[in-house]
């Protein structure tokens, strides 16, 4: 497929399991974006890559928050020790260069955490 | 602080009619500004765009409007249709990533 895929696209947690969820940038993006979009709200920004460089993450909520991308291309979202707050859609965007308007978003992860 | 602010949860049309969604913002070191338009269980799906630059970006039935000295930008569709019921947000790009506001439901209504 031609646009960013996220998988799982449905993940229910027990509070305190450790979470990951995954996504695949269109091919060639040079940058890569995570947010999280609550119930009602609008996404709210995480973290971004450009390669393989994690080059903002000020929008980690916490230290349980970790996402990496080894080989600059997909990326991993890490969610430790999961809480009811972190329940939530989370969101993957990719784009051409940092310098490219538009980001590309993917259809998300919606995390459950009971 | 709510950096981007959509101040109607919802607005509804009817088809035909032109619907105007409006976007506040409070950073002026915002650079760009884009409009995503998304379906229940869908990712958001970028509409149309403007740079800070200009106050005026058209693209078939979208047209975005952006006055900065208010801070303000507005996405009007014209005609609407029935397929234009979603959810749509505006954002403000900043650093490299995207401030959102909290999103208008549109309905159409035939």
């Known amino acids: 497929g031609a646009g960013v895929s996220q998988s799982p696209r449905y993940k229910v947690a027990k509070r305190g399991q450790d979470v990951a969820l995954r996504c695949d940038p269109i091919?060639?993006?040079?940058?890569l974006f995570w947010y999280q979009q609550a119930l009602g709200q609008g996404p709210e920004f995480l973290t971004y890559?450009?390669?393989?460089?994690?080059?903002?993450k000020s929008g980690l909520p916490s230290d349980r928050f970790f996402a990496e991308r080894p080989e600059g291309s997909v990326s991993t979202l890490k969610i430790q020790r999961t809480q009811q707050e972190d329940s939530a859609v989370y969101l993957c965007a990719s784009s051409f260069s940092l310098s490219y308007n538009e980001q590309f978003f993917g259809p998300g992860t919606r995390l459950t955490v009971l | 602080d709510q950096q981007v602010k959509q101040n109607s949860p919802s607005l509804s049309v009817q088809e035909g009619r032109i619907s105007i969604l409006n976007c506040d913002y409070t950073?002026?070191?915002?650079?760009?500004f884009l409009w995503y338009k998304k379906y229940p269980a869908e990712g958001p799906t970028f509409l149309i765009s403007?740079?800070?630059?200009?106050d005026k970006n058209e693209d078939g039935r979208f047209t975005v409007f952006l006055n900065k000295s208010a801070k303000h930008l507005s996405l009007h569709i014209v005609p609407s249709q029935p397929g234009d019921s979603a959810v749509y947000f505006c954002?403000?790009?900043?650093?490299?990533?995207?401030?959102f506001g909290q999103g208008t439901r549109l309905t159409i209504n035939p």
């Open positions: 954002a403000a790009r900043g650093a490299q990533k995207l401030v």
């Open positions: 403007i740079s800070s630059i200009k």
């Open positions: 950073n002026s070191m915002f650079d760009y």
């Open positions: 091919s060639g993006h040079v940058s």
């Open positions: 890559f450009q390669n393989e460089a994690q080059l903002d």
